[in-house]
């Protein structure tokens, strides 16, 4: 079976994000400093696609929400209440609205401007702090 060249490297660019990812510790038994590491990242998930949602409203789609949805998943289980938060983080981007403070911090984020987000291609997901990768 032969692969087109354009399919090979296509497979291999969505195949590489994963690469080296680890798996986030469950919740249950989680100390407090892994619980406040915990509250971080979840706050970085929702500002992540919160900017996705942005981008989306200004029509400049940065085409990822699948895919880190995905690394979402994969890092915490695909029953991850992480995975509704993110929904609702790129929900709110591109409608420009708040969530909350247990969500956002004390402060709702001031909306990016359009012209900024093309200098948004290289987001990613934040790292999992060391305290949550399951060993």
Not at 19 to 25: D, L, P, S
Request: net charge neutral; glycine share 8%; proline share 9%.
């Amino acid at each position: 079976m032969r692969i087109l060249p354009g399919l090979a490297v296509s497979m291999l660019l969505l195949a590489g994000p994963a690469w080296g990812q680890q798996t986030a510790r469950p919740l249950d038994g989680m100390s407090s400093e892994q619980r406040a590491d915990y509250q971080r990242l979840t706050r970085s998930y929702v500002d992540t696609f919160r900017i996705l949602g942005r981008a989306k409203a200004c029509g400049q789609s940065i085409e990822r929400f699948e895919p880190f949805v995905s690394e979402i998943a994969r890092r915490h289980g695909e029953k991850s209440e992480l995975i509704a938060l993110a929904a609702l983080g790129f929900a709110a981007g591109a409608e420009n609205r708040p969530l909350g403070p247990e969500l956002e911090g004390p402060a709702t984020p001031v909306p990016m401007p359009c012209d900024v987000i093309v200098y948004m291609k290289d987001l990613r997901l934040p790292d999992l702090p060391a305290s949550l990768v399951l060993k």
